[in-house]
């Protein structure tokens, strides 16, 4: 039997493929392509769980991940990504059946496209109010000013718009992130309609929690979420999920206790959870904590316990007396991260339930 | 000649190399043993430049990274996290010449360490007021029993006591940190007198800014700072350092301007800098902006920008009208980061300004 004596990072299958089938099965349902972002688990063996789940087309966030994917047979990528011109050489080693689209927002990014010369799909990317990246949804003539010179190009292929509304990770409660799903939604359509003169335009969005909460698609033709694959406990608070659907979970050795300040010291901080918290019952909460079923499982989270503090590879959880009594040095604790794709990213592996070990991309990369 | 197309950690060697020149220095000349954290560089490029400015023995924060520089010929090395009693099976694998020095600060750990029978040196933690970890300074029935739990062993080795004054981050300004220093080496002083029957005592001590800052050392006789190698903005921002000092850089392509936000996004996010941040002049900063000289260089803080979001990925610069208009979509920025071991963990390695890439152990770190 396997046995964790560092913070590693649990996954359990059931759960993950719970959630990839009911975002697949939703997106069918609303006659919506379905094209996950991959960025959140970065992950060959999990990518390989969608495929069976019917997924052809995916979504990533860097050139190096799209690589990585390709080598894996995906043929149907989206970077979603301000394409990096820096970057433009690397599109060269792609293999030949592998079909790129690439994000822009920029006059400068599709001329370099177009001196590269190669065949390539674009989304134009629009902000429909994250306010990160992307043309504002009402600047209709640097859309269109955009769409033209892509299509103008031939070597480029316009594939639509393409808009992340990361917004509604501001959301708190289900109410809410459905008001910013009928709004974007909404825009979209208008948008599209503002637009006729430049033909039918294809739409693809995708933040988590619009794409588990809503459910009339009028306006996108295609979901790109992420994080639903694992959910995590922002997704929980922001209301895209219950705390039971969250299919991940950090296993972290008990190496110290406080019994005056009822702490309980983790191996397991910044560089294994990142510094991602959010506010819980008036406390900065970096991770929340949950009963052990047997040694590799987890039930329902403990109210009262709180990871409050994170330093380079310590975790601070304060606990209730009962908590405090019952855990021991040498103990095993398992907490959910608040932000799963960035724990992902730190921790480098998956442990199944199952006990198995699945790949993550950043486990993998070579060295320079 | 190397260029920069993707997140990149700059490195200066000349302001490294003199950041660890001075504080060795600076130990010798106040009679303290030198024993520098290895987890800020995590290094053996690194940890070359400080054998040649005289480094013998040293700190680190994890048994992977004890054995990571065990294999480079380091043969001192305390090991300054509470000990993993789940990692005990780990220590058998050191080379025979490698003398570990480990952290405990409860009877579990000092038990199974005596059950194991390796011979082995040990370092009691002492909180001295960063309520982490350790035994309190006040507790002396409790330190003096670990002590002697330690000393009746026939393995262990009592090395001393060892306090990390983590609170000192807490400091804004010279000042503040110098009294924090004081108070700490006075206390330390106090707390040997107090533990008088149980000999003289050794004790280290080693956070970056009551290092960097403190010129009394009354109380310690060893110092184990990490961060001064490279320093960061929040090392500046306390008081322990200058802007001029910081020895590490991120360089970012950029991606896309928005020109109404006078906002510049850069291909550099969490997964890059992590997540750490300072308020700054009332703003949160995720890193500081700093003009680029040459391609590889970088010169000082421009005033009025500010690194103000990180997502995955992406980094949102606020920038004044001058440098909008300045910075192109395709050009490299250089920011300084908050928190430059986090940054160094995440990036996984280091170029020099001279163009040299230096490893870092996590990109040599193996496969499971």
Not at 283 to 312: A, D, H, I, M, T
């Amino acid at each position: 039997m396997l046995s964790i004596s560092k913070p590693t990072l649990i996954l359990d299958e059931e759960k993950c493929r719970y959630n990839i089938k009911r975002m697949k099965e939703k997106a069918d349902a609303n006659n919506q392509d379905f094209r996950p972002h991959f960025k959140t688990h970065q992950s060959n063996g999990i990518g390989l769980w969608l495929k069976e789940a019917g997924v052809q087309a995916i979504t990533v966030s860097s050139l190096d991940m799209a690589f990585y994917f390709s080598q894996a047979g995906w043929n149907d990528i989206t970077v979603a990504f301000p394409f990096n011109v820096l970057e433009a050489g690397e599109l060269q080693k792609f293999p030949s059946n592998c079909h790129l689209t690439l994000l822009v927002d920029n006059e400068q990014a599709v001329s370099c496209l177009i001196a590269l010369g190669l065949p390539l799909s674009v989304f134009i990317e629009i902000d429909s109010g994250a306010h990160r990246t992307g043309l504002s949804m009402s600047d209709k003539g640097s859309i269109l000013k955009l769409i033209i010179k892509v299509r103008s190009s031939e070597n480029l292929s316009f594939k639509g718009l393409y808009s992340h509304a990361g917004h509604s990770y501001q959301c708190r409660g289900e109410d809410e992130v459905k008001t910013v799903h009928k709004y974007l939604q909404d825009n979209l359509k208008a948008l599209k309609h503002t637009l006729v003169e430049a033909g039918e335009i294809y739409v693809c969005t995708g933040d988590t929690p619009t794409c588990s909460v809503g459910s009339h698609f009028a306006g996108s033709d295609a979901l790109s979420p992420g994080n639903f694959v694992f959910y995590d406990v922002m997704q929980a608070e922001i209301g895209a999920c219950s705390y039971n659907d969250i299919a991940v979970a950090v296993a972290c050795p008990v190496v110290s206790k406080n019994a005056e300040r009822k702490e309980i010291c983790i191996y397991g901080g910044a560089i294994h959870f990142s510094k991602d918290s959010v506010e819980i019952d008036g406390n900065q909460s970096f991770g929340q904590y949950v009963e052990n079923v047997g040694e590799l499982g987890w039930g329902n989270v403990v109210p009262g316990c709180n990871l409050k503090g994170l330093s380079q590879e310590h975790g601070i959880l304060q606990v209730t007396d009962a908590v405090f009594n019952k855990i021991k040095v040498g103990d095993v604790v398992k907490i959910l991260p608040i932000h799963s794709c960035l724990a992902a990213q730190c921790l480098g592996h998956y442990m199944t339930t199952g006990g198995m070990w699945v790949e993550h991309f950043v486990s993998i990369k070579s060295q320079r």
